[in-house]
């Protein structure tokens, strides 16, 4: 359902995509791996047009949105969730879900509510008093309920205690059995093994490996060559 095939994405003069393509199908979680640097924030700026690619083509359900403005993408259900979160911290949990609330959505404020039983205990806390994992399940939890026909998550576990991202594991994954599909941006390598169906590993700008999960597990050189991650 999204196809991104052969992009190249520019800061000014900095050629930083050097010919990206990856797809995401329906109902399929999706890693994009790779150290520091490699691009992997410019691949979900470019497909959801805050960076528009020169060169390539992106399609999502059959349409062309290299081109688009960043508001016609979104409408069209591409969500992305930031590393920095995008909340807004001077309105209270229950307001920041409640401005992003689109009908047609299939998740209701009561859905993500019982998802994040923790936002329920913190909604009358405004965006500024939470913890980081707070944070991150507000900002996915808004994503939510604006409908979104797939998601994109920027390394949604980066500086979490590991309880909590054990908690944001869990809700990934009723994520991905409610049909959404996700390409997620992840360094930590636990986190990825126990959600992706799919792995895609970038470098430089370039897709240098992408295999099955259990194709990527069975060749463990592939991290050792391409990730400066822990197994
Ligand atoms: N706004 C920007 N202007 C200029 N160069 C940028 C900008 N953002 C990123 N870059 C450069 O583009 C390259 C790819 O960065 P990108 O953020 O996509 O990598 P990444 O794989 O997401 O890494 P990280 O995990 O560090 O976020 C890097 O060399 C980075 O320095």
């Given amino acids: 359902m999204l196809t991104v095939t052969d992009i190249h994405s520019y800061y000014g003069k900095s050629h930083v995509l050097e010919g990206v393509s990856l797809t995401v199908n329906k109902g399929e979680l999706v890693t994009l791996l790779g150290r520091n640097g490699a691009g992997k924030t410019t691949t979900l700026r470019s497909i959801v047009g805050i960076v528009s690619p020169r060169q390539g083509s992106i399609t999502f359900d059959g349409s062309e949105t290299v081109g688009m403005e960043t508001f016609e993408i979104a409408r069209r259900g591409i969500a992305l969730v930031p590393e920095h979160r995008g909340i807004f911290r001077m309105l209270t949990v229950a307001e920041n879900l409640e401005i992003a609330v689109r009908s047609g959505s299939q998740w209701s404020l009561a859905d993500v509510y019982g998802l994040f039983p923790r936002l329920w205990e913190r909604r009358k806390n405004g965006g500024n008093a939470l913890s980081g994992g707070e944070q991150q399940m507000l900002a996915i939890a808004r994503a939510l309920v604006n409908g979104p026909r797939i998601l994109l998550l920027d390394e949604p576990t980066e500086g979490l205690a590991p309880v909590?991202?054990?908690?944001?594991?869990?809700?990934?994954?009723e994520i991905k059995r409610s049909g959404v599909p996700?390409?997620?941006?992840?360094?930590?390598?636990?986190?990825?093994?126990?959600?992706?169906?799919?792995?895609?590993?970038?470098?430089?700008?370039?897709v240098v490996y992408h295999g099955t999960a259990a194709e990527f597990d069975a060749d463990p050189t592939i991290r050792d060559r391409y990730l400066a991650l822990s197994a």
Avoid: P, S
């Fill in 182 to 206: 996700v390409l997620l941006v992840e360094q930590n390598l636990n986190v990825c093994r126990k959600l992706a169906d799919r792995h895609y590993v970038l470098e430089q700008g370039q």
């Fill in 164 to 173: 909590i991202v054990d908690e944001l594991v869990n809700i990934l994954r």
